[in-house]
């Protein structure tokens, strides 16, 4: 549907270039917006642009930070000995809720995958070899338990191999609060390969 | 999840407020938006800034416009003594689209809905009233056929009884394409009801 006013299809528009945001969804927004304040939409429009213009990318682990290098790579308290290599910076976010790890972090920017064209030199793989010195103890290697992330960790662990550090994987198996009767068979087959001594 | 940086948990809140967007998805837009070029970002708040500015609702029927009255209230070429009664402003456009209504719009802004606390005041039924002349006509009753749009067709049915002017609802009945095996109960009982001679 074509509207008749142009700020109006130029905002439909633009919404709609949101991920998970189809035409119909940025049409119901834009007419939540019109009949919202002035001071909402302000608010709004304001936020995304000062969170733009203060958040940067940490060029040391390319996590997201209004200060760079971030503050998990300048701080004291962390073991600066283990690097926790994880695809995207929400990755970052949901470990550091465990409040389990204490270590550094390296954020990929994403994973291999030759179908959409992501091939290593898109990933900041270089960058994360150049990390590596003599402190460093362990690196364990994050990315998402499907075809992309474990290519990607397959390929990080041949590149990092020869460099001698102890490399470790994320378990996978069955999620706390499931039940086996409803696993499928390739998680039950991880979960019983990473079986551990009780 | 609590971010470190205030003006990405200050985004995230704002998107949040949005109609269908939860915390989850509002997480994923920030993400989106810091990665998107600062073009992009700007697009966006821009356009939206853009569009609050330059939309008013029209004085007469209340229908979204650049111009107030609208180009439909102004327009020469439309009948003036039909009003067909709608909910919301995207109901007109939805009528539009059609191309076969020539007459006017009033747009309630939403339906009566005692649980929700939507009076009769709430809605732009007094200025409906007001502009119900000796030319109108006709008035197309064309709210939702839900509980609340039935509730607000029957309410505006009885307060215009009385200045004896044509009243019609819009049929409801079958979708174009659908199946009577499919169809509930209502819009059968509807669809029988509202049988026409062939």
């Known amino acids: 549907m074509q509207y008749s006013s142009a700020a109006m299809?130029?905002?439909?528009?633009?919404?709609?270039?949101?991920?998970?945001?189809?035409?119909?969804?940025?049409?119901?927004?834009?007419?939540?917006?019109?009949?919202?304040?002035?001071?909402e939409v302000q608010g709004l429009a304001n936020a995304l642009l000062a969170m733009k213009e203060k958040i940067c990318f940490c060029t040391v682990c390319f996590n997201i930070t209004e200060v760079d290098p971030c503050q998990i790579c300048t701080s004291v308290t962390r073991d600066r000995g283990t690097i926790c290599v994880v695809e995207e910076a929400n990755d970052v976010l949901a470990i550091e809720k465990t409040g389990e790890y204490k270590g550094?972090?390296?954020?990929?920017?994403?994973?291999?995958?030759?179908?959409?064209?992501?091939?290593?030199?898109?990933?900041?793989?270089?960058?994360?070899?150049?990390?590596?010195?003599?402190?460093?103890?362990?690196?364990?290697?994050?990315?998402?338990?499907?075809?992309?992330?474990?290519?990607?960790?397959?390929?990080?662990?041949?590149?990092?191999?020869?460099?001698?550090?102890?490399?470790?994987?994320?378990?996978?198996?069955?999620?706390v609060g499931s039940a086996i009767e409803y696993a499928d068979e390739i998680t039950l087959t991880r979960a019983l390969e990473g079986r551990m001594p009780v």
Chains 1, 2 share one sequence.
Do not use: C, W
């Not at 439909?12 to 270039?17: P, R, T, V």
């Not at 991920?19 to 917006?33: D, E, N, T, W």
């Not at 998402?144 to 490399?167: D, S």
């Open 9 to 39: 299809e130029q905002a439909i528009s633009e919404l709609s270039k949101l991920p998970g945001i189809g035409r119909k969804s940025a049409q119901r927004l834009v007419f939540h917006l019109l009949k919202a304040s002035n001071t």
């Open 104 to 175: 550094l972090y390296h954020v990929l920017g994403g994973a291999l995958s030759p179908l959409e064209g992501v091939g290593p030199d898109d990933l900041h793989i270089r960058d994360l070899l150049t990390r590596l010195n003599g402190s460093t103890n362990e690196i364990i290697l994050a990315t998402n338990p499907n075809t992309e992330g474990e290519a990607t960790a397959l390929y990080l662990e041949k590149l990092i191999k020869p460099l001698e550090i102890k490399m470790t994987r994320i378990a996978r198996g069955l999620p």
